[in-house]
């Protein structure tokens, strides 16, 4: 089976914009959760959707938001772009929600 | 406070030695898992788990749910080991993943 996709792999845009995350899950799996990663704050859980229906949401302000179509296929968006928005940013997919597989993640840079 | 704890915060290692990586959390779960995050961020989940033990390879995870602690051992460490081990558990009543900061390994040959 292919692994979890994420696209683009690298990302540079400026604050105030506007930047789009896609996630392939591996095929059969319905759960996309998506984290943050930056060197000051670790890991933290932004959200997670299952059949296209948002489960959990993380602390994160509105500006940071998702969907899952129906092939389980899910993309974030980040609005007005800030700074401190730089991080790597992980998908995982798991069939029910619990073991999870990671994808190589896209790294953002806001400049 | 953070929610989640790991310790050590870095590591280094001889090659052969064992290692174990402790993680103490304060609310409750449903369930913890153990992730390995090499350069360049790929993340591998190791285990996941909510009662006992697990063991896969030269790798073992413990759990004391009522002490409100886990355990990653190594044996037999390796260079190939070098990584970032990190401490992930399942909230219970909302299901979200809180981890903590991150053990970084170091195996020397």
């Known amino acids: 089976k292919a692994g979890v996709t994420q696209t683009p792999r690298y990302l540079i845009k400026t604050r105030g914009q506007q930047v789009t995350l896609s996630c392939s899950p591996i095929?059969?799996?319905?759960?996309v959760s998506w984290y943050q990663q930056t060197p000051g704050q670790g890991l933290q859980f932004l959200f997670e959707?299952?059949?296209?229906?948002?489960?959990n949401k993380g602390n994160f302000p509105g500006r940071f938001s998702g969907r899952q179509f129906s092939n389980s296929r899910s993309e974030m968006n980040v609005s007005t772009l800030e700074l401190g928005d730089s991080a790597l940013y992980l998908c995982?997919?798991?069939?029910?929600?619990?073991?999870?597989?990671f994808g190589p993640g896209t790294r953002l840079l806001v400049l | 406070k953070n929610e989640v704890e790991q310790s050590p915060q870095n590591l280094t290692a001889q090659e052969g030695e064992f290692i174990t990586i402790n993680c103490s959390y304060s609310?409750?779960?449903?369930?913890l898992h153990w992730l390995q995050q090499h350069p360049g961020g790929g993340i591998v989940s190791l285990f996941m788990?909510?009662?006992g033990k697990k063991k896969h390879g030269r790798l073992i995870a413990t759990i004391n749910i009522q002490e409100k602690h886990s355990s990653l051992h190594i044996t037999a460490s390796h260079p190939r080991d070098s990584a970032v081990y990190i401490c992930?558990?399942?909230?219970?009543?909302?299901?979200?993943?809180?981890f903590g900061k991150g053990t970084k390994l170091s195996v020397k040959p």
């Open positions: 992930a558990v399942i909230r219970g009543s909302q299901g979200n993943l809180i």
């Open positions: 959707y299952f059949s296209e229906t948002q489960r």
């Open positions: 995982a997919s798991s069939f029910t929600g619990e073991t999870q597989y």
């Open positions: 095929s059969g799996h319905r759960s």
């Open positions: 609310v409750g779960i449903s369930a």
């Open positions: 788990l909510s009662s």
